[in-house]
């Protein structure tokens, strides 16, 4: 089975950005950007890619199925930390280069780290903006999970 | 002047992830993707593209500044159409290859098609998945201003 042939082809700027034609597309490496917030909260929880396959078993299964571009293998977000996502509700963009997907998270959080969201880190902008030397700020302070617990001795996904 | 000399280079997992080290990490092409929600209504607007000069002009200014990937050039959102995102937090991800802006948005509109969000569309899954034919379907039916006043002959950004 080829998974191409759920998708339409891309013929117009008209059909892509004005019709019900699901016509997504794929970069050249062949995944597609998501963007994935807290359904109640409305909160950006995790920032990943979906190849052709991960799309359609998210759309199948209403759980997130990602591409793991570290290791390169269809990723069921939960799989391993029990920490699964329940998809509420999938949109796509304008030009359809990317994904929203706002899901309810089970057991509360979604980040490697242990936070509820990836994204538990600002940066000071503006008045506060210190040109010389910029530093985060921690805007979540306490863990929801132990990483070592739940991943055990899996490898650490962030490529530096 | 250098913009590199902004961020810290990335050493150890643990700085990237657990410190204040300012970090981020650009792909290949010199980019970090940004997922700008609406800050009240929690609304994702649209998904683009920073390189440094425009992460760099964000922090400085407080308004959206992208790189645009049709255009090849800093775009700084509301120059032509006049709907500036102010920005009011920016946070960052847990291995620092994302940004999340937070933005005030003028005139109520972020999508050059003249909807609120450029996720103007859903995509049925779950039971409502149909392996035969996907189809898309409105979430938002009125534009919030037509393209034409607003863009008059500037070219489309979608790219086929």
């Known amino acids: 089975m080829t998974y191409e042939s ?6 117009s700027i008209e ?3 004005e019709s019900s034609s699901f016509a997504p597309k794929f ?6 950007p998501v963007v994935t917030t807290d359904y109640t909260s409305g909160e950006v929880l995790m ?3 979906m190849n052709q396959e991960a799309l359609i078993k998210t ?5 997130a199925v990602y591409f793991s571009r570290s290791r390169k293998v269809l990723w069921h977000k ?3 930390s029990g920490l699964y996502q329940i998809v509420k509700e999938i949109r796509i963009d304008d030009d359809q280069d990317c994904i929203w997907l706002r899901v309810d998270v089970q057991g509360g959080a ?7 969201s990836c994204f538990y880190r600002s940066i000071p902008f503006g008045d506060k903006f210190n040109k010389e030397s910029v530093k985060l700020e921690f805007e979540e302070t306490e863990k929801v ?4 617990d739940v991943y055990k001795d899996a490898p650490n996904p962030t490529i530096l």
């Open 59 to 63: 759309l199948e299964l209403g759980q």
């Open 47 to 49: 920032q990943g890619f």
């Open 145 to 148: 999970f132990d990483p070592e």
């Open 15 to 17: 059909q892509v950005e």
């Open 6 to 11: 759920f998708f339409e082809t891309r013929d």
């Open 78 to 80: 939960g799989k391993t």
């Open 110 to 116: 979604s980040c490697h780290v242990g936070y509820r």
């Open 27 to 32: 970069d050249k490496d062949g995944l597609i």
